[in-house]
T-cell receptor, first 113, second 110 residues
Framework: NAGVMQNPRHLVRRRGQEARLRCSPM?????VYWYRQLPEEGLKFMVY????????ESGMPKERFSAEFPKEGPSILRIQQVVRGDSAAYFC???????????FGPGTRLTVT | QKEVEQNSGPLSVPEGAIASLNCTYS??????FFWYRQYSGKSPELIMS????GDKEDGRFTAQLNKASQYVSLLIRDSQPSDSATYLC??????????FGKGTRLSVIA
């Protein structure tokens, strides 16, 4: 399966812990996007990355959240000191470039207890 | 602030009918337009992309784009209960991120 992969699919963290979400883009794609979706709400853009570069992080909260897409390995979205409000589905998508079709991974459901 | 507007629904259509989903966008410079389907608890799935004015057909789906009216629609012919989902319109312009509408919930009644 050459689709977008995300892991873990489900993640439970206690308040104050760190959450690390991983995304491997579709084969041939070098552009990665992270979105957050709260229950019954729309998709909210968080960050757009290319290999080793953050292109646009305008949707990322200023504190506790960071993202990277290293030269080797998956893209990682890191949430430090999680709070209950961070509970959501986090989706990763990839594309061949800006403006082209984005394909989504299955998502990571984060629950903060 | 670039906006993409969709009627939240639910839009209910009988099985076999045509479902018409509409979307308007605020940025006149938008260049790329996409329709995604999202089943409850699942990730968005790309259905159609359209880049130029007019119609684009793919099986039972037709996307229609009118840039002058800043309007894009999705028609689903011969609707099936399995088409029941939330349909997301997404619009891209320039170097800005893809902007998603909040989605229209479609219910196809058998």
């Amino acid at each position: 399966n050459a689709g977008v992969m995300q892991n873990p699919r489900h993640l439970v963290r206690r308040r104050g812990q760190e959450a690390r979400l991983r995304c491997s883009p579709m084969k041939g794609h070098s552009h990665v996007y992270w979105y957050r979706q709260l229950p019954e709400e729309g998709l909210k853009f968080m960050v757009y990355l290319q290999k080793e570069n953050i292109i646009d992080e305008s949707g990322m909260p200023k504190e506790r959240f960071s993202a990277e897409f290293p030269k080797e390995g998956p893209s990682i979205l890191r949430i430090q000191q999680v709070v209950r409000g961070d509970s959501a589905a986090y989706f990763c998508a990839s594309s061949t470039g800006p403006g082209y079709e984005q394909y989504f991974g299955p998502g990571t459901r984060l629950t903060v207890t | 602030q670039k906006e993409v507007e969709q009627n939240s629904g639910p839009l209910s259509v009988p099985e076999g009918a045509i479902a018409s989903l509409n979307c308007t966008y605020s940025d006149r410079g938008s260049q790329s337009f996409f329709w995604y389907r999202q089943y409850s608890g699942k990730s968005p799935e790309l259905i159609m992309s359209i880049y130029s004015n007019g119609d684009k057909e793919d099986g039972r789906f037709t996307a229609q784009l009118n840039k002058a009216s800043q309007y894009v629609s999705l028609l689903i012919r011969d609707s099936q209960p399995s088409d029941s989902a939330t349909y997301l319109c997404a619009v891209h312009s320039g170097n800005t991120p893809l902007v998603f509408g909040k989605g229209t919930r479609l219910s196809v009644i058998a």
